[in-house]
């Protein structure tokens, strides 16, 4: 029985395409970069028989209609690379064509044949209708020399000189310009790349509760106060300063100091219940200032470099005028109360969920994007969710998506310590930013294994790490008992391991350890009661935190997550790993003491080949957190760390060149 091609299908085009990566869930989701980033794909791309095969990556930015294209290479076993820079903010598209090159194909065969000896005339006039035909689609200068080429060819009888002429650069690289892609075959799909502002990738966060940034122990901090400290957060090289809820407080179940369930007259209670007769989320804390006074803030940010995060928690405590004005956004128990937020055994009876499966959901999420907007409307352009594992995927995804399509330099850092798959979802969906299991990750392999998985596997293209080594939640063991060194190792692996990092600001700064017995949570903590930190209290973390953010500032290469590579060393409590940029302008190798309380010591092992150092070459290493300097040699080398001292080395590597004169000097 006899087939014949229906509809679209052609069985003239011979090229198949598959496995494109990065392809992100067959196209769903795009990937992430930043403006000035690269995107490499890869693509099987095969034809039967033994034709030869050209392939081009085509590519298009915001706003533009037709695509660009670059040349693909063959890198082995059917497989082709090729590769683009986004220059600008907004959505990209990218897909692979490929096809038959007859052209190439007949340069190969005429390559062996003329090797071997054998007669070539019959083949050079095949030779001369390809490039005939190449000339019809081409114009001016172009066609006229190929038609110039193929009419030499066609009469030249010095077989030698036909040969090197069609073996040339220059007709090669005309009829790849001219190729014949008559039955080329497209990728079925067209896949997206969401490009964001450099802070997407590189950025420095510091935590604080405006609440608590009075210069007086016992008075409510204001707007004002948090403007006079902006300058010393700046200073220490924070570009983010993100702030816990500003919105009023709700006072029906307001918890007291320490969660308590009855509060005193003078408690504050917790600003993620948000919502009072005095407003809701489009409306500050009076205690905090005006709206103008928060304005004036996030100018006086800008000044110092800096941005205001504002915390985006789409809850209500049951005193928010929205349970009042549309009841049907929350849940109601049978015998007519609110429901409650619950994770048992814990409960947060001071804040009420929203309803997110009620029939006027429509009018919820314009609502809740009226939110955004309005702060947005006020100058903020990055957003820390909370906990936005506990609202509808659809949801966040609408809400981001309409949110950049009018102001694509927004960032929004999800904040959701759950399961990894939800986490994934909630980055492919559009949050450009996520909260990680960093916290949690002490020993070697725990590290060394979950860096691997997010910057070797899938996430690597849409999941970009920010790490916390506390947060006003969360108290790590580890910096209960590991005392002030454990917060200066902790600080290096966030800042260096990920380039995007945050620490609880006070907290971390004056190594704040007393938890709630047997529980990772602050006691006496913050989110409940207005606090009095003295900043300049004695050692505290100023200065190192200073310097770890300056040698991020300075060196390009940590401005990278996915250039994190792993190095050996005979010592399991010895973290080692380094950065680089393609150039190798910029190269870090930094070793961690993970060990809190002992003095550690070992050899590592220092890919000095990779970094374009011979092993005969000896090399300068500049420790840029001690300013200590050694000249190494070879690829194991000698590190001791006490870290009662230093918990760390970040070592700078200048590698050793010489010049026409008869001395050597570093670069």
């Known amino acids: 029985m006899r087939q014949t091609a ?11 395409i598959e496995h494109v990566a990065p392809e992100i869930d067959s196209g769903r989701f795009p990937v992430k970069r930043v403006a000035g980033e690269k995107v490499v794909v890869e693509a099987d ?5 033994h034709d030869s095969i050209s392939a081009m990556l085509l590519y298009r930015g915001p706003g ?16 082709w690379q090729g590769e683009f820079i986004v220059e600008k903010i907004g959505r990209y598209f990218y897909t692979v064509t490929g096809w038959v090159d007859h052209f190439s194909s007949w340069q190969k065969a005429l390559e062996k044949k003329f090797s071997a000896g054998q007669d070539i005339s019959a083949d050079i006039l095949t030779g001369v209708e390809y490039i005939r035909e190449a000339s019809k689609r081409a114009s ?10 193929a009419d030499f060819i066609g009469r030249k009888k010095d077989i030698e000189k036909i040969f090197s002429l069609s073996m040339g650069e220059e007709l090669s690289t005309l009829m790849d310009q ?3 892609r008559g039955f080329a075959t497209t990728y079925e799909r067209e896949l997206a790349v969401s490009v964001d502002r450099d802070k997407a990738l590189f950025s420095s966060w510091f935590e604080i509760f405006p609440r608590s940034c009075s210069p007086e122990p016992g008075r409510h901090g204001t707007f004002r106060d948090c403007e006079r400290i902006i300058p010393g957060i700046a200073k220490m090289g924070f570009d983010v300063l993100y702030l816990t809820p500003i919105h009023p407080i709700g006072r029906t179940n307001r918890k007291g100091k320490n969660n308590t369930l009855v509060a005193g007259p003078g408690d504050v209670g917790s600003p993620w219940a948000i919502g009072s007769e005095e407003g809701g989320h489009k409306a500050v804390h009076p205690g905090l200032g005006t709206m103008g006074d928060f304005e004036g803030l996030v100018r006086k ?3 110092h470099g800096m941005e205001i995060a504002l915390d985006l928690a789409f809850q209500c405590s049951p005193d928010h005028p929205y349970v009042r004005e549309h009841p049907e956004w929350f849940n109601w128990r049978p015998d007519g109360t609110i429901q409650f937020a619950e994770n048992p055994p814990k409960k947060y009876e001071d804040i009420v969920p929203l309803r997110f499966e009620t029939e006027t959901w429509q009018e919820l999420w314009d609502e809740l994007r009226g939110i955004v907007l309005f702060w947005i409307g006020k100058g903020v352009r990055i957003f820390r969710v909370d906990n936005p594992h506990t609202k509808p995927f659809a949801f966040w995804e609408w809400l981001i998506n309409e949110t950049r399509r009018e102001y694509p330099d927004v960032i929004f850092l999800s904040e959701a310590f759950t399961r990894p798959k939800v986490m994934y979802r909630l980055a492919k969906l559009g949050f450009t930013q996520s909260y990680t299991y960093f916290t949690w990750r002490n020993t070697k392999w725990e590290l060394t294994q979950y860096m691997e998985e997010l910057t070797r596997t899938e996430p690597k293209e849409y999941f970009r790490p920010n790490f916390w080594p506390n947060t006003p939640d969360i108290l790590p063991e580890h910096l209960q008992y590991g005392g ?6 902790r600080l290096v692996l966030a800042a260096t391991l990920s380039s995007n990092y945050g620490i609880y600001g006070p907290t971390f700064m004056l190594y704040i350890n007393e938890a709630v017995p047997d529980r990772e949570e602050y006691l006496n903590a913050e989110k409940y009661e207005l606090k009095y930190w003295d900043w300049d209290q004695p050692g505290n973390l100023r200065d190192f935190i200073t310097r770890v953010n300056k040698i991020r500032r300075d060196n390009p290469c940590l401005h990278m997550t996915r250039n994190i590579e792993f190095y050996e060393t005979d010592n399991d409590l010895l973290l080692c790993y380094g950065k680089f940029t393609e150039d190798l302008s910029s190269i870090i190798l930094v070793v961690v003491n993970l060990d809190a309380f002992h003095t550690q010591s070992g ?11 011979q092993p005969s070459q000896s090399y300068l290493v500049h420790d840029l957190l001690g300013d200590d300097k050694f000249i190494w040699q070879g690829e194991r080398n000698y590190v001791e760390l006490d870290p009662h001292v230093s918990p760390a080395y970040i070592f700078s590597i200048k590698r050793r060149l010489r010049r026409e004169t008869d001395f050597d000097y570093y670069m």
């Open 45 to 49: 791309i095969f034809a039967d028989g």
């Open 484 to 489: 002030r060194q454990a917060f200066m190792m």
């Open 64 to 79: 533009e209609v037709q695509w660009t294209e670059t040349p693909m290479q063959f890198i082995g076993n059917d497989r």
């Open 178 to 180: 001219y190729t014949d």
């Open 301 to 303: 940010a800008r000044e």
């Open 6 to 16: 229906t509809g679209d299908t052609d069985g003239r085009r011979r090229v198949v």
């Open 140 to 149: 001016g200068k172009d066609a006229k020399r190929l038609s110039e080429i």
């Open 603 to 613: 050899s590592v092992t220092v890919p000095v080949t990779k970094f374009g150092i």
